[in-house]
C-alpha cells in the first residue's frame, strides 16, 4: 500500500497521480480493442459526443464488464476514498480515444465552471485508465501541477501550453491516472499513427 500513499500524498501536492501498471497491459490492450469496436457500432451514435479527433463514448459500465474492474480497482477506491469520503461514488464511466491527427485539446478544470468560487476541497477525483501506451506524441495527458490550489475555475487565458508550467504524463497500458477536477489539464496532440484509448 505504500505506492498508493505516496499516489495520495502526490495528488495532494501536485494535484495529480500516477499509478503505473495496475492491471495487465495484454488486458489493458484488448480492452481498447473493444473500445473501438463500440466506438464503432452505429448502436452507440446516441451515447457519443464529440468530433472526429476527440469522441467520448458514455454509459461504459453498461457496454463492457471491465469498466467494473476499473471502476472498483482497490488503489483507485483507496485515492478517491481519500479525498471524497466514504460515500464517494462513480459519477460516469466513458471511453475517450485521441485518433490521429488530433490537435491539443484545450486546457481545462472539470466541472468547475458554475461555481461562484470554486471550494478548496475536492469535489471530484478523476480516473484516467490507460488502455494503451501514453506518450509525449500520442496524445498522452498534460496537468499542470498545483494548480488544483489556484481555486480558479480556469486556467489564465495567458499560459503556454508549450510553456514549462505542462507535465505531460507518459504511461503504460495498464496504468491508472488520477487528478483533482480542479487541475488544469488536457491532451496532447496526436502526432502518431496510431489512437490513444
Excluded at 473501438?36 to 467520448?56: R, V
Excluded at 475517450?96 to 485539446?105: D, E, I, M
Aim: hydrophobic share 40%.
Amino acid at each position: 500500500m505504500s505506492a498508493v500513499k505516496d499516489a495520495i500524498a502526490h495528488l495532494d501536492q501536485y494535484g495529480y497521480c500516477l499509478l503505473p501498471e495496475l492491471m495487465p497491459a495484454e488486458w489493458a490492450r484488448s480492452f481498447a480493442e473493444r473500445c473501438q469496436e463500440l466506438h464503432a457500432d452505429p448502436q452507440n451514435a446516441n451515447k457519443i459526443s464529440g468530433d472526429e479527433h476527440y469522441e467520448t463514448l458514455f454509459g461504459m459500465l453498461n457496454l463492457d464488464d471491465r469498466t467494473w474492474a476499473c471502476a472498483s480497482h482497490p488503489s483507485a477506491v483507496t485515492v478517491a476514498r481519500h479525498f471524497l469520503g466514504p460515500k464517494c461514488r462513480v459519477v460516469e464511466a466513458c471511453s475517450k480515444p485521441t485518433q490521429p491527427g488530433a490537435p491539443h485539446q484545450a486546457l481545462h478544470a472539470d466541472s468547475a465552471g458554475n461555481f461562484v468560487r470554486v471550494p478548496d476541497i475536492p469535489w471530484m477525483i478523476n480516473s484516467m485508465w490507460m488502455l494503451t501506451d501514453f506518450t509525449a506524441d500520442n496524445g498522452a495527458t498534460a496537468v499542470v501541477p498545483g494548480s488544483h490550489r489556484s481555486r480558479l475555475s480556469a486556467p489564465p487565458a495567458d499560459l503556454d501550453v508549450d510553456g514549462p508550467h505542462l507535465h505531460t504524463i507518459c504511461g503504460t497500458a495498464g496504468s491508472l491516472l488520477m487528478w483533482h477536477a480542479g487541475t488544469f489539464h488536457m491532451a496532447r496532440g496526436n502526432r502518431s499513427d496510431t489512437v490513444r484509448v
